[in-house]
């Protein structure tokens, strides 16, 4: 499904990870380890496509993701550190910007998987960051991308969200899908077809 090959990433004049090299497949959930500053983020933002490695290549379905750009960006789901979310509309409004062809149960049930009902109509500029962590969430409930990259999705998160989470993600899973995350949480020993790529260079990510 994704390959990354020979992957060299330098920050500030400092290599992040040299020649890193990687497959993921269908079924399969892939957590990237590493201390702060390992560049997890900068991995993943490559593997997005929305920064380039200083070396290698990013392919995807064997195709370099650079000369499919719309093709792979409709097949991939990312979300980053910040919610991406408009503060000035709600939650439901927000659903609606990005599934427009979602019927509107949909949406509902997908703010109802991230406990969100009865915030559905709030600003949410007037949200809690957790809360506005939660409004992109509820996108794995809608997203129809086999490909999901996400960075610290369990961050601000309680344990009930973070069971409802981790069985969505297996659930992609299951279906054929992909994840790609990071996180400092232990993933349950549970969870099936797990891998792991530990990023191990000092330095700011």
């Known amino acids: 499904m994704l390959a990354a090959q020979n992957l060299t990433c330098v920050r500030d004049e400092r290599t992040l990870f040299s020649e890193l090299s990687f497959t993921v497949k269908a079924g399969e959930i892939v957590q990237v380890e590493g201390e702060n500053g390992a560049g997890k983020t900068s991995l993943l933002r490559i593997l997005a ?3 380039r490695a200083d070396q290698g290549e990013v392919l995807w379905q064997q195709r370099s993701i650079q000369q499919q750009r719309e093709t792979y960006h409709a097949s991939m789901l ?16 927000n659903l609606s910007f990005w599934y427009a062809q ?4 949909e949406l509902w049930q997908a ?5 969100l009902m009865g915030y559905e109509e709030v600003a949410v500029a007037q949200l809690s960051a957790g809360q506005q962590r939660r409004v992109a969430l509820a996108r794995l409930w809608l997203s129809a991308a086999p490909l999901w990259i996400l960075d610290e999705p369990l961050t601000a998160i309680d344990k009930s969200g973070v069971e409802t989470l ?3 993600l297996v659930e992609h899973a299951d279906q054929g899908g992909a994840v790609i995350l990071t996180t400092h949480q232990e993933l349950p020993a549970s969870v099936r077809n797990l891998s792991r790529i530990r990023l191990t260079s000092a330095g700011g990510a």
């Open 49 to 51: 496509g929305l920064s």
């Open 78 to 93: 990312y979300l980053g550190h910040l919610p991406g979310i408009k503060a000035v509309l709600t939650p439901l409004e």
């Open 102 to 105: 979602r019927a509107p149960d």
């Open 111 to 115: 703010l109802e998987q991230v406990d």
């Open 166 to 168: 981790m069985a969505r």
